[in-house]
Structures are given as C-alpha cells and as structure tokens.
C-alpha cells in the first residue's frame, strides 16, 4: 500500500491500521509453524538434567544371590499318644480298691485296681491240697520233683512186684515135683494161673502210678491256674504312662474283659498329618518335620516315621507320621500343629529380608536401584521363614535393592554403597 500524500494523522490512521493487522497475522502464522515443526529450544530438560537434581539417599543397599532355601510342604494336624490302652480285668469280681485316677503317673507293672481276693484264696488252697495229696499217693514228698520218682520204685509197684515173685517161686516148686508125683497137675495149673494174675497185677500197678503222676502234674497246673487267677484280682498298668480316665469304682462288680481304666503313654508323641495328593511322592521316611504349636514359642523339630501305603479315596490325601521326643512330658495328645515338611533340603530360592518388601493398597514392592536410581519395582513373594522372605518373580540375582523398603522414594544412591553392598544370603531358621 502506497503512503498518503498528506502526512496528516487522519490520512496515516488508515494505513497505520492494516500494516499492524498484516504483523500480526504474519507473526501468528510464524508461531504456528514453530509449534508444528518443533523448536529445539523449546523441548523438555534431558534426564540427566532431571538425575542431577534429585536428592542422593543415605540408606542401605543389598545385592540379591540365591541362598539356600529347602523346599517344604506344609501340612496340618494333631499330635496323639504313642501308645493308648484300654485295660480290662482277667477275672470276674467286685472292685475291692482303685489305686490310680485322671492324670496319675504309673510305671509298668504299677496297681490300677484290686478286686476282692478272698474267693481266689481259697481256691489256691484247694488247688495246694489236691496237689499234696497225689504226691503222697505215690510216696513223693513235699519239695521232690515229680522227675525224681520212678513208676518202678513206687510203692504200690513194689508191693505188686513182690507178690508176682512169690507167684513165680510157687509155680516153679510146683513144676519141680512134678516127676515124682507129688502134686496134682490141677495145683500147677492153678499156681500158674496166680502167677499170671500176680504179673497182670505189678502191670496195673506200674500203669496206676503212671496215672498218678499225670494227675499230679494236672494238679500242679490247677494249682498254677489257680495262683494266677488270684494275681489277676490285681489289675496292673501295662506300660509306662497316664491315666487319661478311670471307669470303675470300689464296690462295682465287673466282669471277665471289662474295661477299668486308659492308661496313655505320651513319650514320644506321634504327630499325624496329611499332604495333598500332588505332594504325596516327595514324603518319605526320615525326612525333617518342624512342628509349630500354638502353645509353644519356639518351633520342634522330628522325623517322618511311618507313611501310610494308601491315599484316602474320599479325601485324596496321604497320612504321615513323625515321632516327637517328649521326654519332659511339656505337651499334651490332642494338641493341633502345624508342620513344614522339608522334601529338599538342597533346594536354593532368590531370600531378601523382610524389612526390604513393602506392601501398599495390595501390591508387593521393593526398591530396586536402575543405573543408581531407586525405583519401585513389584514383586511376587512366596513362603516366610523368621525374618526372610522367598521372592518368585519379580527380581533376579545380582540385582541391587534397598535394605528397609520404609525409606523409599526416587532417588540418586551413592555408587559406593553399592559397590559395597552386603549379599543376601543369610536364611531364616
């Protein structure tokens, strides 16, 4: 546009005003090119502008390396009683005195319950008797072993042996005289005849003594019987153990197999527990068991005794056993545990303590440090022992992380507390 000859204001206004109008579409059109194309010294600050100034964190850092870390499977389950007895009476009676209650301390052979002896005595005695008299029958006295006697020498044999040797004398007399006619043959047939009898007589006597003996010896095993029946009106613990319940009491009759008390042997302890059917072929005998118990403080430890050869159809799970030393008798059958069933022992786990995990709004963290940065990082976590923690996913060996997860948040980290970083390799008991 062409100048005004006149150079008054009212001539310029109109000039004025388009030339500003066209500078500021031009400068417009400019500032939209700049923002299209992009302009070098409007981008962002590069990150190590945005490294340098963050703050450096004076904390501890841990570098990751796989630790020993057994596997185990857990299982649940009840401790019970090595041994559990039902003591019942041998002999019919009525209850004469109870000699052990609940909780009472009885060592084998120590007197539960006494029934009345006074019948059982009298039978010894009449069993004592019959004995005594067939052993006189045959001249044995008291105290000779019935092995000492010969059916020979008895004295009903003797007397029958004697008394065949007259026959025999006679009858060889009689035989004797027989040329000369002095005798009949009648009177040699019937001294025959007595010699015959005589000898039959000294066999029936020999048999009869025979007999005695046999009686005597069945005498001497009612006489046993008899003297073991009244042992048995004392009705003793059978082990070791506790009255866990008595059932009887003085007065009450009971009869042959009744029950009178539960005697419990509780040193050691069977803990029984169950695993599932996926961890069943990795239980075996000696494996190590720790038993947690709710009452104690501390952890046992035992062995895996017995496994059951089946798994239970309805439950799909395979029964143990692990014996547990109880000799202080501190705990009691019944109580629940939980046991860690060691089935590796060589196994090894990536183990950060638990101070380095963190966990908000449901997620697992640790700081990791990325080129001397810390950052967040999610974790996945496994099992706990004491103060350490098995981490799946989420880390790796080598890996550097912050030692308490409490002081987290960005920041720059000393190189040299890196390089100097302790190794996690310590594992929880």
């Known amino acids: 546009m062409n100048l005004p000859e006149c150079e008054c204001p009212a001539c310029l206004a109109p000039f004025l005003t388009n030339r500003t109008m066209n500078t500021r579409f031009t400068t417009f059109t400019l500032l939209s090119v700049l923002v299209l194309v992009g302009c070098p010294a409007a981008k962002s600050p590069q990150p190590e502008s945005a490294a340098k100034s963050l703050e450096t964190l004076d904390a501890e850092v841990l570098t990751l390396e796989l630790s020993p870390w057994p596997q185990t499977v857990r299982s649940q ?12 009476a041998k002999v019919a009676g009525r209850v004469a005195k109870v000699h052990g209650d609940v909780g009472d301390v009885l060592n084998l052979g120590d007197p539960l319950v006494t029934l009345d002896q006074e019948d059982f005595r009298l039978q010894v005695q009449i069993a004592e008797a019959q004995l005594l008299q067939s052993r006189s029958s045959v001249g044995l006295l008291e105290g000779d072993p019935i092995e000492k006697l010969d059916p020979v020498n008895a004295p009903p044999v003797r007397q029958e042996r004697a008394l065949w040797e007259e026959a025999q004398s006679s009858l060889k007399r009689f035989t004797s005289v027989t040329s000369s006619n002095a005798i009949s043959q009648r009177e040699i047939d019937i001294a025959a005849a007595a010699e015959r009898v005589a000898e039959a007589r ?6 009869g003594v025979r007999e005695k003996i046999a009686l005597i010896q069945v005498n001497q095993v009612q006489l046993a019987v008899a003297r073991e029946r009244f042992k048995d009106t004392v009705i003793s613990s059978p082990m070791d153990g506790f009255v866990l319940n008595r059932l009887v009491a003085p007065g009450t009759y009971v009869s042959v197999g009744q029950s009178v008390a539960t005697i419990v042997r509780t040193n050691p302890l069977r803990f029984r527990g169950t695993v599932p059917e996926r961890y069943s072929q990795s239980i075996a005998i000696g494996q190590s068991v720790t038993l947690k118990i709710e009452s104690l403080a501390e952890p046992r430890e035992a062995k ?5 050869p089946a798994l239970d159809q309805q439950s799909r799970a395979l029964t143990f056993e692990a014996l547990l030393d109880n000799t202080e008798h501190t705990l009691r059958a019944g109580l629940f545990a939980e046991a860690d069933v060691e089935t590796n022992p060589d196994a090894v786990a990536l183990v950060v303590p638990a101070s380095a995990i963190t966990e908000f ?24 022992r004491g103060t350490f923690w098995e981490v799946v996913r989420g880390l790796s060996p080598g890996d550097a992380i912050l030692l308490d997860a409490e002081q ?4 720059k980290i000393d190189p040299a507390r890196i390089s100097n970083a302790a190794v996690s390799t310590a594992v929880a008991p």
Not at 408 to 411: D, L, Q
Request: charged share 20%; aromatic share 6%.
């Open 77 to 88: 389950g009840s401790l019970y009683a090595d041994e559990q007895s039902v003591v019942g």
């Open 304 to 308: 895996i005794s017995r496994v059951s």
């Open 408 to 411: 987290g948040r960005i920041a």
């Open 202 to 207: 000294y066999a029936a006597a020999v048999n």
């Open 361 to 384: 709004a449901g997620a697992t963290k640790a700081w990791k440090i990325v080129d001397g940065v810390t950052v967040e990082q999610e974790v996945q976590i496994g099992s706990r």
